[in-house]
């Protein structure tokens, strides 16, 4: 099944924001912290690591909308993170 540059385009962006709202989620993560109500630090670890390791990839491929969705997850990755050892 072959799929049209317009469908591989569609999916492209749909995909791009859906990762960028995944990844805002770990901001909800950080308030929790920073309320007292901890979660699991795993999930905020391991987002961390896999966007760093992906951000790698997207720059040396040239790959900007994979590098900018992943650089948002770096950062508030870090952030909720960083809030649980508050």
Do not use: H
């Not at 987002?47 to 900018?68: E, G, H, M, V």
């Amino acid at each position: 099944m072959k799929i049209n540059q317009k469908t591989i385009k569609a999916i492209w962006r749909l995909g791009s924001v859906l990762a960028i709202i995944m990844f805002l989620s770990q901001l909800e993560i950080a308030y929790l912290n920073i309320q007292w109500v901890k979660g699991p630090i795993v999930i905020s670890i391991s987002t961390f690591f896999n966007c760093i390791l992906w951000s790698i990839y997207a720059y040396s491929r040239k790959d900007r909308p994979l590098f900018s969705c992943n650089v948002v997850g770096v950062f508030t990755a870090l952030a909720a993170t960083i809030t649980y050892f508050l």
